[in-house]
């Protein structure tokens, strides 16, 4: 299950093609992730989007070093330097939220590719060695590895951010919607 806000590009790219890849960076990757931060592949950038500092970008791969390669199953291209990737068909979405607008979407895995320096065992049971595998997590707009956090992100710092973190309603007019409703 992915959840994703509907005002993204990837929302809309996996409604139409029902495809994707998942492709899963190691810790090392930070630097290059975060340089992807408060960009958009819609164009025109959503107005709220744009109120937090978002541009549009049309090559995310150019602007954070990555390199495509082909995928097997799937259209979309998978990042060379991620050390996981998962090739996947969308099976079903739909919206959720109550104060968000969001997307949930249900995708099966078809094609799994891990580098093979993060595997052990024989050749019929390979499984992914944990002491190997450095994942970088994003938690919250901030960047972690299995430790501790491992790089600043400029998305936490972000006026998207901030109004994440402040709502979108004072408290003089929450205390007015509360008192309005009893």
Known sequence: ?????????TSDNLIRTRECVINLPSEDL????DRLALTTGKNPVP???RQWGY???PDKF??????????????PPRIRECPVQMEGVVHDFRPFGKNVSANMFEVHIVKLHVDEKLLVGDGRRHHIDPVRWHPLIMSFCRFFGLGGEVHPSRLAESDFMKFMTQGTTSQKEDLYIAHQQK
């Open 55 to 57: 541009r549009y970008e």
């Open 62 to 75: 150019d602007v954070a070093g990555f390199t495509p390669m082909e995928s097997e199953s799937v259209a």
């Open 1 to 9: 299950m992915l959840g994703l806000g509907q005002m993204g590009q």
């Open 47 to 49: 107005e709220k989007k």
């Open 30 to 33: 930070v630097t290059q992730v």
